[in-house]
């Protein structure tokens, strides 16, 4: 089955650590981004990515990296410079705009990972 | 910043009821989407709208647009317990654009 796999699931951190979350989708999808999630919130932008070898920042891109080498694959590194790292991260994908098919941006989405700073 | 609020942000009905949530936004769109968002899960796409429709069906779900006063509203009709959820707008500006969330109504229904 095609889809989104995010792990870890949970993952606890020490302060001053720097983590990486994973990101894999074998839907064929061009773009990727990544989502921050706080309580009770809606979804803010960290990252996107709308084709391999590239990526914008979005929102709130401050304390994180990402990197795209494949088109299947879009890590997140929470660094040690993100202030308030605790949050769920959802990583999601679209089709984007070399597969021909209609792009309307609707986003396939992972289960997510919870990070904890400890 | 958020470019789609939802009202009300939290919702109780009984099993059978219907539930109505309201999206604004706030600049010109491409289309607007609804998600639902099972607690501590990922979103799943529900419904989308372009700009120049104003109603969506399906299933038990619908939708209208109203790009004069920049809203939409989505109506799940026939509660049942399993619909309890946090649903959001997410809206983007042009065809495959990157969308923009809404904080999100949690809806919860009692059997």
């Known amino acids: 089955d095609g889809g989104i796999t995010q792990s870890p699931k949970y993952l606890f951190r020490k302060e001053g650590q720097n983590v990486t979350l994973s990101c894999e989708q074998n839907?064929?999808?061009?773009?990727m981004y990544w989502y921050r999630q706080d309580p009770g919130q809606g979804l803010r932008l960290i990252y996107y990515s709308q084709i391999v070898n590239d990526f914008q920042k979005g929102d709130i891109a401050e304390g994180y990296s990402v990197s795209r080498e494949k088109k299947e694959s879009f890590p997140l590194t929470v660094t040690s410079a993100q202030k308030n790292p605790t949050a769920f991260y959802l990583c999601?994908?679209?089709?984007?705009?070399?597969?021909?098919?209609?792009?309307?941006?609707?986003?396939?989405f992972g289960e997510g990972s919870r990070l904890t700073v400890l | 910043s958020q470019q789609g609020e939802e009202d009300p942000q939290a919702l109780s009905i009984q099993e059978g009821e219907n539930a109505t949530m309201n999206c604004s936004y706030k600049t010109s769109i491409n289309n607007l989407q609804w998600y639902r968002q099972n607690s501590g899960r990922g979103l799943v796409h529900l419904i989308l709208i372009r700009s120049n429709e104003r109603e969506k069906h399906s299933g038990r779900l619908r939708v209208t647009l109203d790009t004069s006063k920049k809203s939409s509203s989505l109506l799940i009709t026939a509660s049942r317990a399993a619909d309890t959820a946090s649903y959001f707008c997410?809206?983007?500006?042009?065809?495959?654009?990157?969308?923009?969330f809404g904080g999100g109504t949690r809806v919860l229904v009692k059997p």
């Open positions: 997410a809206t983007s500006k042009a065809a495959g654009n990157k969308l923009t």
């Open positions: 999601a994908s679209s089709i984007g705009f070399t597969s021909g098919r209609e792009n309307t941006g609707e986003l396939f």
């Open positions: 839907l064929n999808h061009d773009a």
